[in-house]
């Protein structure tokens, strides 16, 4: 992340604001009518959703992600990664196609894969059938890929919301 890992509490909205901005989303009257309208306001399923590193079926065989190169060649598979470690390769060592095709990068989606399925705080909760476990470099920049991305209480609050439309 660079120099912006000191200004990420700027960068980024908590689960707390998430939640706050569409609290005031949705009391707004003027966007209230263009939701029932048909606009749809929410956040990129990659942050709030499901890894696309995890979903075992993919549309076309396409992974949709958007992968970074950090200023010393270290290739990332998305733009919230850092770290030597969640690096499948380097572009000063090798070219972009072969870094893609690479061990490095089985072994790191297969260590998502694996990982996520170990979310302590997932145990205990009655969405986790349903829900996609958020963020894996979000999980793992609060400490290990046993923790969660810390939007939780966002999610079930859409997931019931979804369920209780549904009904």
Not at 61 to 76: A, C, E, F, N, W
Not at 136 to 161: F, H, P, V, Y
Request: charged fraction near 25%; aromatic fraction near 8%; proline fraction near 3%.
């Amino acid at each position: 992340m660079g120099r912006g890992k000191e200004n990420k509490a700027e960068m980024y909205l908590s689960p707390q604001q998430k939640k706050k901005f569409l609290k005031d989303i949705n009391s707004n009257e003027h966007l209230k009518s263009l939701i029932e309208s048909g606009l749809k306001i929410s956040f990129p399923d990659e942050f709030t959703g499901v890894c696309p590193l995890i979903l075992n079926e993919i549309d076309g065989g396409k992974i949709p992600l958007t992968p970074r190169i950090d200023s010393y060649g270290h290739v990332y598979l998305c733009q919230l990664f850092s770290g030597e470690n969640y690096s499948i390769g380097n572009v000063y060592d090798n070219i972009l196609t072969k870094i893609c095709e690479s061990d490095r990068l089985s072994h790191l989606v297969w260590f998502m894969r694996y990982g996520m399925k170990y979310m302590h705080e997932c145990e205990k909760c009655v969405w986790q059938s349903a829900c996609g476990k958020g963020c894996l470099a979000l999980a793992l920049s609060n400490g290990s890929i046993q923790e969660t991305d810390g939007e939780c209480e966002l999610r079930r609050e859409q997931l019931t919301e979804d369920f209780l439309q549904c009904q």
